[in-house]
């Protein structure tokens, strides 16, 4: 009898002992969580939820990775909505019924852990109809996960430049995408309670909802401004050619008119049809950024030309030819001559275009002329894409 009492007892201990080290565990794990959002600077500035429901009321959630795993019926790569250089996206549905975009980052990508920290810091407060919502993340097992809010049409990137079908974006719907995006980056630098430029704004880190209002999304290599903060210098210059200014390329320069630089190429690019860095065609050169083909036409009078013929007839040409006019405005050498993003967006919206200033050349008419010459003194066969990288690489 004895050695069954003492059985017992020695079991109800061990069980207490073993409840104990569980409770334990789960609320040092919590804990550990709970420093976690101090330190990316998400309690106090946005509610949680340890439980990872993802209720669409709450503002950011801690998901588990069980929820996540259950939402992407176990990262099915069915699910798999592409690959970048953070790791996979896949869609998932939460419990809620709220559909979601899933971004895992790879184990092996150090530089996706700084863009995780960095992304959370800065989208968890922020709020604006154009800028993409992060529903919150998961931190879990060593697991570093973001979940968005589930875009159902792409990027800008796959409605401008896939093959060209019936469904081409119509002149009023890239107007309003035009809008949307000086709508949401004027935001970032002047309107939010933090002045943020984001370095790396092109098509694909624009996100269509399923009424084709823009989203600016990726937010991995933003800055936070100062108030009194006007440009910063980078050793490490990280972007996208073809979208980033001259004076970051070069020297790793950086403000608020390096983003009108890109805005302004992005511009270009939704009214013409044509990514920048599409240099030959059956007809030669016809790189909106290499061969300086917006801002000769316009110059001479020819600025519909550049105008992309998948537009119906709907399309208004004067608002057609004044969008390249800002968009060359912005482009523009000099960071000083280019015009606020507060100043674009009253562009954009002004219906009278006569009070626009003439652009001066844009910066890379100058690369193009310092190319041509390179190639005319080498006397070799490469090609415009080569000489310019060659160019943009030079410190």
């Known amino acids: 009898l004895w050695l069954i009492i003492s059985g017992v007892i020695t079991s109800t201990v061990l069980f207490i002992f073993l409840l104990v080290y569980l409770s334990w565990k789960r609320k040092t794990a919590d804990s550990e969580q709970v420093i976690l959002l101090h330190e990316l600077g998400v309690v106090g500035d946005a509610n949680f939820d340890l439980n990872g429901q993802g209720n669409v009321n709450n503002d950011f959630h801690l998901f588990s990775f069980k929820h996540i795993a259950s939402a992407t019926s176990n990262f099915n790569p069915s699910n798999k909505l592409g690959q970048g250089g953070f790791g996979p996206v896949y869609k998932g549905k939460l419990p809620s019924g709220l559909e979601v975009a899933i971004k895992r980052l790879s184990t092996s990508s150090r530089q996706g852990l700084i863009e995780f920290k960095n992304e959370v810091r800065l989208i968890a407060k922020l709020q604006h109809d154009n800028l993409v919502r992060l529903v919150g993340c998961c931190i879990e097992n060593g697991e570093k996960i973001l979940v968005y809010e589930y875009l159902p049409n792409k990027s800008l990137d796959f409605s401008l430049f896939a093959p060209r079908d019936q469904n081409a974006l119509d002149w009023k719907k890239r107007l309003d995408i035009i809008q949307g995006i000086a709508q949401g980056l004027l935001y970032l630098h002047k309107y939010s309670r933090l002045k943020i430029v984001h370095r790396d704004l092109k098509a694909s880190n624009i996100l269509l909802d399923s009424e084709m209002n823009p989203k600016i999304s990726d937010f991995g290599l933003a800055k936070i401004f100062h108030?009194?903060?006007?440009?910063?210098?980078?050793?490490?210059?990280?972007?996208?050619?073809?979208?980033?200014?001259?004076?970051?390329?070069?020297?790793?320069?950086?403000?608020?008119?390096?983003?009108?630089?890109?805005?302004?190429?992005?511009?270009?690019?939704?009214?013409?049809?044509?990514?920048?860095?599409?240099?030959?065609?059956?007809?030669?050169?016809?790189?909106?950024?290499?061969?300086?083909?917006?801002?000769?036409?316009?110059?001479?009078?020819?600025?519909?030309?550049?105008?992309?013929?998948?537009?119906?007839?709907?399309?208004?040409?004067?608002?057609?030819?004044?969008?390249?006019?800002?968009?060359?405005?912005?482009?523009?050498?000099?960071?000083?001559?280019?015009?606020?993003?507060?100043?674009?967006?009253?562009?954009?919206?002004?219906?009278?275009?006569?009070?626009?200033?003439?652009?001066?050349?844009p910066a890379f008419y100058y690369r193009l002329q310092e190319a041509t010459e390179i190639i005319e003194e080498q006397e070799e066969n490469w090609t415009v894409n080569q000489v310019t990288i060659t160019e943009m690489n030079a410190r």
């Not at 403000?255 to 240099?279: A, P, Q, Y």
């Open 227 to 361: 108030p009194n903060e006007s440009r910063a210098i980078t050793a490490r210059v990280a972007g996208t050619f073809g979208y980033m200014s001259p004076e970051y390329a070069m020297e790793g320069v950086f403000s608020t008119k390096s983003d009108v630089f890109s805005f302004g190429v992005l511009l270009l690019e939704i009214v013409s049809g044509k990514r920048n860095n599409h240099f030959h065609d059956e007809e030669g050169p016809s790189s909106l950024l290499a061969w300086t083909q917006a801002w000769e036409l316009w110059r001479e009078g020819r600025g519909l030309e550049l105008v992309d013929p998948a537009m119906d007839d709907g399309m208004c040409q004067n608002e057609a030819v004044k969008c390249i006019q800002i968009g060359l405005l912005c482009t523009q050498e000099n960071p000083r001559d280019r015009p606020s993003m507060l100043e674009v967006a009253s562009m954009i919206y002004n219906n009278d275009s006569s009070q626009l200033p003439s652009p001066n050349r």
